[in-house]
Antibody
């Protein structure tokens, strides 16, 4: 059974970089045809897709965040990571990591989510 | 970018049928997925590829998709179905995930 678990600081200061890691268990992050995604949800609001990385390392990002986002793979640790620079209070949200199988277009496995608050 | 539109809220009495719509330009040409999210929890996939149910999802959950509207139908609604529901597609032209704004289902 595949499991995803987000981790990282719960509090980030404005203008700094938010960094989160998603640890994948129950399967290799670098084998197969998988897209590894980050999705966020501000309190009381809807889901927003942030971006994805393929097992090959290729990435694509939401245009609204593209200038500030980097997603990377660490195959030695079976993890993928999110970096979001120059954060503001508007980036305060629950951040989820999720998997999409290559031939599909839905997210089949999700992490439990982690709350990141941007505040001084 | 591709936009999905959902009604903010739907209310239904227990035992009745709830229908939650998801509108998008020619959405019938895309595969639509539906997630249920209860407070404090991660979203759970309840319908994928318009009308398929993942393992463990009750048959009361069904979906359809045609033209400019996809619909999630929940039959014989129970109190435990009260949650937020999100539709989602993958916009292949931009290679991006897209979510609807979400619909809060209230069981009266």
């Amino acid at each position: 059974q595949v499991q995803l678990q987000e981790s990282g600081p719960g509090l980030v200061k404005p203008s700094q970089t938010l960094s989160l890691t998603c640890t994948v268990s129950g399967g290799s992050i670098s084998s197969g045809s998988y897209y590894w995604n980050w999705i966020r949800q501000p309190a009381g609001k809807g889901l927003e897709w942030i971006g994805r990385i393929y097992t090959s390392g290729s990435t694509n990002y939401n245009p609204s965040l593209r200038s500030r986002v980097t997603i990377s793979l660490d195959t030695s640790k079976n993890q993928f990571s999110l970096k979001l620079s120059s954060v503001t209070a508007a980036d305060t949200a629950v951040y989820y990591c999720a998997r999409r199988y290559g031939g599909n277009s839905h997210f089949d496995y999700w992490g439990q989510g982690t709350l990141v608050t941007v505040s001084s | 970018s591709y936009v999905l539109t959902q009604p903010p809220s739907v209310s239904v009495a227990p035992g009745q049928t709830a229908r939650i719509t998801c509108g998008g330009n020619n959405i019938g040409s895309k595969r639509v997925h539906w997630y249920q999210q209860k407070p404090g929890q991660a979203p759970v996939l309840v319908v994928n590829d318009d009308s398929d149910r993942p393992s463990g999802i009750p048959e009361r959950f069904s979906g359809s998709n045609s033209g400019n509207t996809a619909t999630l139908t929940i039959s014989r609604v129970e109190a435990g179905d009260e949650a937020d529901y999100y539709c989602q597609v993958w916009d292949s032209s931009s290679d991006q995930g897209v979510f609807g704004g979400g619909t809060k289902l209230t069981v009266l």
